[in-house]
């Protein structure tokens, strides 16, 4: 496999299992929330907003997000409905990179050439463990920067006395979900590769 074929086939991998790892790690994310003492509410209360404000940025035809007591500002309400966007884009293309990854793969299985992704792999989970750390390191810089790359807005920005559900949402919040994607991420990678070494040992027995 030529140099710009496995940096192609590596990004459709990466593409897949990172898409798929993020949208796992969203729906897990409400194992990560703590209730601050500030919003006066039980935990119940609490989850339940921040459940339907999942449902809201995940399906396409919830069309306004049913948050109870945790009121949004306009400015707020239409961050959400940029970042469901996103996270609507991301559940397609996790679609479409995974059903092209699974046929490449089993068209390679076919002709005993899964050992060809050994090696690229492998850089490829070294390189994503050298960037994930030193943006862990410093995740206030990257949180803000990709904001800023992200959004041409600065809706992000919410105050609590009028968007209290950031008080759900402080940076821990995001950089533990963040931990959690890419954790996620290179079990998947590593579980593929796994399986990959494994499949080429049984082949040369």
Known sequence: ???????????????????????????????????????????????RAYEHL??????????????????LSKAAAQHFTDVKNYI???????????????????AKKRRQQLWQLLTPLQYLISILVIISTLSVINFADFFIRSHYVLFHNMNWIFSPTHD???LLMPLSFFSHVFILWIGLLLVFLIVLWGSIWFDTRLLKL
Do not use: D, W
């Not at 798929?20 to 990560?32: E, K, R, T, Y």
């Not at 999942?54 to 049913?66: C, D, F, H, N």
């Open 1 to 47: 496999m030529n140099n710009v074929k496995a940096v192609l086939v590596c990004g459709l991998i990466v593409t897949a299992l990172a898409s798929i790892a993020f949208l796992l790690a969203l729906n897990l994310s409400p194992l990560l929330i703590t209730v601050p003492h500030q919003l006066g509410l039980s935990r119940s209360s609490i989850l």
């Open 54 to 71: 999942l449902l809201y940025l995940q399906l396409p035809g919830v069309t306004v997000p049913q948050l109870g007591a945790l009121k």
């Open 164 to 166: 209290p559900i950031i």
């Open 88 to 106: 609507l884009a991301t559940e397609l293309l996790a679609v479409i990179s995974t059903g092209i990854t699974v046929k490449y793969l089993i």
